[in-house]
């Protein structure tokens, strides 16, 4: 007897049922993650979102643009960014409580993270819109996963200040912190920020993760000094993510 097809069979069921289509919640926004490089990084189901609300909110519609053209997908963009949120946030919720479907994207990775996306979202659960997550990549767990630091606790920043005298400030709360930290930093302060991060935190193993699923990945690692002169030896460019690791108690 055949025993491999009744036990295929439940799981080909189940599989079929995940392949069904959506069927959108009407006056909802979507939270939908969009890959961070590698364009083959999206979900099928934020495909199948992308393809079948009324309206994208894009951060960059030049970049979600070409997004959309790659998976023939041809519904309507508007922008929304941080220097139009607040004049076109009321815009997007009369068009929710209208009935319309609106999908937020972010110019890479998941909406709402150290992005202006975190305001819409917020007006909207204020007005009592629902907001539904479309999970996917998102810059801080990709650059945590390869770092080798520890993962079971984190703590995640965004943007340190850029003025240093706040800079300092804003480590000086992380000094302690047993968790393995994780910022964006731009290329052109890097250098700076590492030096500050070993003024305040010590001379603490580090992680640059630069250009993440994209052509020129590279993943740097080492004490904050010795990151330090090799990027005072040879600059990088791109999109920075810098993990370091946490406090350490000396007992």
Do not use: W
Not at 211 to 231: P, S
């Amino acid at each position: 007897m055949n025993t491999s097809r009744g036990a295929c069979g439940p799981l080909l069921a189940s599989a079929n049922i995940a392949r069904m289509p959506e069927t959108l919640t009407k006056g909802a926004l979507y939270i939908v993650s969009t890959p961070i490089g590698n364009m083959e990084d999206i979900t099928l189901r934020a495909i199948h979102l992308l393809g079948t609300v009324d309206l994208i909110a894009a951060e960059d519609t030049r970049h979600t643009k070409r997004l959309l053209i790659k998976y023939a997908i041809p519904t309507i963009l508007t922008s929304y960014h941080d220097h139009n949120k607040e004049e076109k946030a009321p815009v997007l919720i009369q068009r929710l409580k209208e009935g319309q479907t609106i999908a937020l994207v972010c110019d890479a990775g998941t909406p709402g993270i150290s992005d202006p996306g975190f305001y819409l979202i917020r007006c909207c659960i204020e007005a009592g819109i629902r907001t539904i997550p479309v999970p996917g990549p998102t810059a801080v767990t990709t650059a945590l996963i390869v770092s080798g630091l520890p993962t079971d606790a984190f703590l995640f920043n965004g943007f340190l200040p850029k003025k240093r005298g706040a800079r300092l400030k804003r480590l000086g709360v992380f000094k302690e912190v047993p968790a393995t930290l994780v910022l964006y930093e731009s290329p052109y302060r890097l250098v700076k920020t590492l030096q500050d991060c070993r003024d305040v935190l010590g001379n603490r193993q580090a992680v640059i993760a630069r250009e993440m699923t994209k052509i020129f990945e590279e993943v740097m690692r080492g004490t904050l000094e010795e990151l330090m002169a090799r990027l005072q030896a040879k600059p990088c460019r791109g999109e920075i993510t810098l993990v370091i690791e946490g406090y350490r108690s000396e007992k």
